[in-house]
């Protein structure tokens, strides 16, 4: 396996290894004291969203090197640092720093004109215990899409500031909630983000590309600029993904129907929000303390093939 790819491997949510086996209560021949302990595991493996900060999250095999990253957590943020301006030309701030098979996965946020969440890879010779800073890298797309969906969010900055509001709006009702900023911070990495969704883009992308390109070039050019490269006519639905996650405010209970097909709605024919191809997810009040997922087999989703797709105004 290339290292590329275990870095990808690295960085995947353990959710699907969770609950496998809970039903196993008499495998062992300890019948109900077995099971207490069980259902005891489970409770403690997921929190309520809105109490989750990102603690007891993991990466597969991370332990040992979560320990040498935090010894040298100043040399590791130094080196983190340094590699995202000199390739991207982006100051970060280093939120969180945790442990995977072969190094460290430091979680960042973008500082100045562009917002986004990422995250880079710092290899670690785990028998060495050595930090190996001059070989910082970052998943392949990874922060290429942080950014060139922080410029769909600068370029139609109106349109998002008008979907934040209903969001808002939303759950200053009380019955639906978003994610922790400190969750987000601490172990998200998925590039423009806030508690409600994140964007995501697709390296083919043609009508972003000239933006990004012009923008790696020059971060300081002016608005005026970016936005007479950005070819809005023949802007495609399908290259602006909005990923939308809530969850329910009350702790127990289950996705609601009827909120779930009002948010769904408004966000098909809602004026002024952003154009483009919609996931929702309506989950319940729990995360996963180890993987920070909240998608559980009782949520409610719009996804793909079935899509929520916002035209109204398509220019």
């Not at 978003?178 to 083919?204: C, D, L, W």
Request: overall charge negative; charged content about 30%; hydrophobic content about 30%.
């Amino acid at each position: 396996m290339n290292r590329k790819k275990k870095w990808i491997i690295n960085g995947i949510g353990l959710s699907l290894l969770l609950g496998g086996c809970m039903n196993m209560d008499n495998a062992n021949g300890n019948g109900v004291d077995e099971k207490k302990n069980t259902q005891a595991e489970v409770k403690a493996q997921y929190a309520r969203v809105q109490d989750y900060k990102g603690e007891g999250y993991t990466l597969i095999n991370g332990k040992e090197n979560d320990k040498i990253a935090e010894e040298n957590r100043e040399e590791v943020e130094k080196a983190v640092k340094d590699f995202f301006l000199k390739k991207y030309k982006t100051d970060v701030e280093v939120h969180n720093i945790v442990g995977n098979e072969d190094g460290a996965t430091v979680y960042v946020e973008s500082k100045g004109r562009l917002h986004f969440y990422t995250y880079a890879v710092v290899p670690i010779d785990t028998n060495q215990k050595k930090v190996r800073t001059s070989e910082v890298m970052s998943v392949e797309g990874q922060v290429e899409n942080a950014i060139r969906g922080s410029l769909y969010a600068h370029l139609y900055k109106k349109e998002f500031q008008k979907l934040d509001q209903y969001f808002e709006k939303i759950t200053s009702e009380g019955k639906v909630t978003g994610k922790r900023i400190e969750a987000i911070q601490n172990v998200e990495g998925s590039g423009y983000m806030t508690p409600y969704y994140f964007v995501s883009t697709f390296n083919h992308d043609d009508q972003i590309k000239p933006v990004y390109d012009l923008y790696l070039n020059d971060p300081d050019i002016s608005d005026s600029e970016l936005k007479e490269k950005f070819d809005y006519n023949s802007f495609k639905l399908e290259n602006l993904k909005i990923n939308v996650s809530l969850f329910m405010k009350k702790n127990g209970a289950d996705p609601n129907k009827e909120i779930f097909e009002k948010i769904s709605s408004d966000l098909e024919s809602l004026e002024g929000i952003p154009n483009g191809t919609y996931s929702f997810f309506l989950n319940d009040n729990k995360v996963s303390v180890e993987s920070s997922e909240g998608i559980k087999g009782n949520s409610l989703k719009r996804a793909y093939p079935d899509y929520i797709v916002n035209e109204i105004g398509k220019r």
